[in-house]
């Protein structure tokens, strides 16, 4: 393949020009380089929107612009509006400039004086040397017939950081037993390297160096940062970035982050967070590998739509209960059925938030048979807390069912929603990061039925009191007993041999109007966790394409990428979207023929696939 050029012209985003680029492009390999002359600096001159990107080589696309889908309002917030972004209340507070601690000011100045003498030298090549390289680079893309990437061993794990506009350190998720001096160190250049931009108005949105990538997310009075070498659009850790952000304010609201920081600019929000961080690692994990987190949108429990329109059923308070939001019900981490107000879509980034919180090991795994979680949902009401009601409904206690349904205990004192958050009990664990686990798809993983009620200012007993009558309802009838029934008989899961399709290996069926996607278990070599990181790794390169969110010109329809070791094709229509992927020499019609067999027995299946009707409150 051939290589990209090892320096590039700083470049601002800008308003896409009327070019159509007859074919897609996919970033090639980089070859490593550690002096700042050769970093590839992308910046945005107002909020983040999409920002330049290296250029690609690939296979031929389709490349006309995508109807918008206009779909009633349903049990989640759809499409555009569910895309994890700026919460309400962020705006006007991303151009905070940072404040340098004394000591380390000259160190900092010294950077920011090296970083514009590089910038300003590469703004200094001649217009013509830039675009004959750019020349070279595109006839060389032109000679590829498919894409050549790396091979599976080469995801070394991805290195995130959360610090302040001061530079003090709040969270890492790699070890710092040994390494708190580097540690302290990697931050405030990471400072000093953004506040170059702030302080010309500019935002840094990545670096380029060699083939990692250093994303920067600014979501004042905190940065992000993911430290990357996967190959994967800039669109992708910046989404990872968001969640993170999201988590954080799960634990600590937009509201009280700024009033604390208004009052001690150089706060240690890392302490005030501690015992949280098996949280973030958690999410950490969920997002590297969970498409449903990755395409906005939810990933439901198959089950027979009798069974889940009972559960839905049992749901439904007989009276009315003050301030309740959500009823949620759940197994092997996924939503069975849920009940919500009236007129209310659930944005998918809050259930994403309410799960991983829901199912801290020190929840599941407590002996105590309920818990109470003061919860901040961003997407819902940033400003604010929420009250969760946690069960997880283990066999031996619901074996023997009788009339009277057990009564579930308080875990632990609940913070009033107003209370300050380092008072609320949070899940604890080991913080060290260790490689990130398979998601739990076997039936005897993670299996056990849930049961999550969200209140705003509810009474406490009365929400308990509902929720034991709920259990009591779903044991009584044998709804439970259905729903544990299809987990042990692996009826929840499905395999691409169901489908009986010659040559599929693995898709993503993304329902536009459910916002709720579907995929079959990961068998060989996908179950592999290497070969499944590659492989959505692949399957974020055809979304980043299908929805133009590294900068790209417009949305693509159709796009098809071929590798050494198989082909996947993205494909985009009003009622769905589709990432597939099947034998590695299997024709493009092929492809195609077996993409519309998906799109079939998906739409035969949709009753067990998809949570279509919920109950509401």
């Known amino acids: 393949m051939a290589s990209t050029p090892r320096s590039q012209i700083p470049s601002r985003a800008t308003t896409p020009g009327p070019q159509t680029p007859s074919r897609l492009i996919i970033a090639p390999s980089l070859r490593p380089t550690h002096s700042l002359s050769n970093l590839h600096v992308h910046m945005s001159a107002v909020s983040p929107g999409p920002g330049s990107t290296a250029s690609h080589t690939g296979e031929e696309s389709s490349a006309s612009s995508i109807i918008n889908v206009d779909m009633s309002e349903g049990i989640l917030v759809p499409e555009a509006d569910a895309e ?52 070279r680079r595109r006839k060389a893309s032109l000679d590829l017939d498919g894409v050549s990437l790396e091979s599976a061993d080469v995801f070394p794990p991805r290195q995130y950081f959360v610090l302040t506009d001061a530079g003090k350190p709040v969270f890492t998720s790699r070890s710092i037993e040994h390494d708190s001096d580097d540690l302290a160190s990697t931050m405030g250049i990471m400072q000093a390297l953004i506040s170059v931009f702030l302080d010309d108005g500019d935002k840094l949105r990545y670096i380029n160096a060699g083939n990692t990538r250093i994303n920067i997310l600014m979501r004042s009075p905190l940065y992000y940062a993911c430290i990357s070498s996967w190959g994967e659009p800039e669109s992708v850790t910046r989404s990872h970035l968001e969640y993170l952000h999201l988590q954080v304010l799960s634990v600590v609201s937009v509201t009280q982050l700024r009033r604390i920081f208004e009052r001690r600019t150089n706060f240690d929000l890392g302490r005030l967070l501690s015992g949280s961080e098996i949280l973030i690692h958690s999410l950490l994990d969920r997002v590297e590998t969970d498409m449903a987190m990755g395409t906005s949108s939810l990933h439901c429990l198959k089950l027979d739509p009798v069974v889940r329109s009972r559960a839905a059923n049992h749901l439904i308070p007989t009276s009315k209960i003050k301030d309740l939001l959500y009823l949620i019900l759940v197994a092997q981490g996924r939503v069975i059925t849920l009940a919500r107000p009236k007129k209310h879509s659930i944005h998918p980034a809050d259930l994403h938030i309410l799960m991983n919180t829901a199912h801290s090991p020190s929840i599941v795994n407590s002996s105590a048979s309920a818990s109470w979680l003061p919860l901040c949902l961003p997407k819902y009401n940033p400003s604010g807390f929420v009250n969760v009601f946690v069960t997880f409904l283990q066999p031996e206690t619901h074996s023997d069912a009788g009339p009277s349904p057990p009564e579930p205990k308080t875990k632990h004192k609940v913070n009033a929603p107003g209370d300050s958050p380092s008072s609320a009990s949070a899940p604890e664990g080991d913080m060290a990061k260790t490689d990130p686990p398979l998601p739990r798809r076997d039936p005897g993983s993670g299996a056990d039925v849930g049961l999550f009620c969200v209140t705003a200012n509810g009474d406490f007993e009365s929400i308990r009191a509902w929720c034991s009558a709920v259990i009591g309802r779903l044991e009584n009838d044998g709804t439970l007993a259905n729903i544990e029934k299809a987990i042990r008989n692996g009826l929840t899961e499905y395999s691409v041999a169901d489908l009986s399709i010659p040559g599929l290996r693995h898709f993503v069926y993304k329902s536009r109007a459910h916002v709720q996607i579907t995929s079959p278990t990961y068998e060989e070599p996908y179950d592999d966790v290497k070969e499944r990181r590659r492989l959505i790794t692949l399957y974020q390169t055809l979304h980043d394409g299908l929805h133009a969110k590294s900068g790209q010109d417009f949305p693509l329809k159709l796009q098809y990428l071929r590798t050494e070791k198989e082909a996947v094709m993205g494909w985009i229509t009003q009622p769905f979207e589709m990432y597939i992927a099947v034998s590695h020499g299997l024709p493009k019609s092929a492809v195609i023929s077996a993409a519309n067999a998906v799109a079939r027995w998906v739409k035969k299946e949709e009753g067990r696939l998809f949570l279509r009707d919920a109950p509401s409150l």
């Not at 000011?105 to 090549?125: F, G, I, P, Q, V």
């Open 84 to 135: 994890v972004g700026m919460v309400d209340g962020e705006a006007g507070n991303a151009y905070v400039l940072a404040s340098p601690s004394v000591g380390d000011e000259a160190s900092k100045k010294a950077l920011r004086d090296h970083l514009r003498r590089t910038l300003n030298k590469k703004d200094s090549y001649p217009d013509g040397d830039v675009a004959s390289r750019r020349s």
